[in-house]
């Protein structure tokens, strides 16, 4: 009977070994103040959208990801260049070349609080998937 329940754990155990294994995690995490709400990619193209959560307007922003080889700036399809407090926007890298496979690569975002006009830079992690 023991024998049977310890190959029973033993068998759901590397069945979660197997599982982790396989699956590729995609992510794209920052720091509280922005909120990276979607985002997806494919060879030519990363999109994500961005919300500003930090509780002030943000000015001058710029967003790039920057993987082990490149750094690919993403524009604000809105080209304003602004996150007003709560304000959603979408921001695209655009005419990539990317590798299909996981793509690990650190995502930044660089812009001026508008209350204070200091520059200020949030630094975050974005994982995708390219097919």
Do not use: W
Request: net charge negative; with cysteine.
């Amino acid at each position: 009977m023991k024998k049977i329940i310890f190959t029973c754990v033993l068998l759901i155990l590397l069945a979660g070994c197997v599982t982790t294994i396989n699956t590729r995690p995609e992510k794209c995490i920052l720091p509280p103040g922005v909120d990276c709400l979607e985002f997806s990619g494919s060879k030519s193209a990363i999109t994500m959208i961005l919300q500003n959560s930090a509780g002030f307007d943000m000015e001058e922003v710029s967003v790039h990801v920057t993987t082990t080889t490149a750094k690919y700036e993403c524009n604000d399809i809105a080209g304003d260049a602004i996150l007003k407090d709560g304000e959603k926007d979408t921001f695209t890298c655009a005419g990539l070349n990317l590798s299909e496979g996981l793509m690990k690569s650190i995502l930044d975002i660089d812009y001026t609080n508008a209350q204070t006009i200091l520059a200020h830079r949030k630094s975050g992690e974005l994982n995708l998937e390219i097919s």
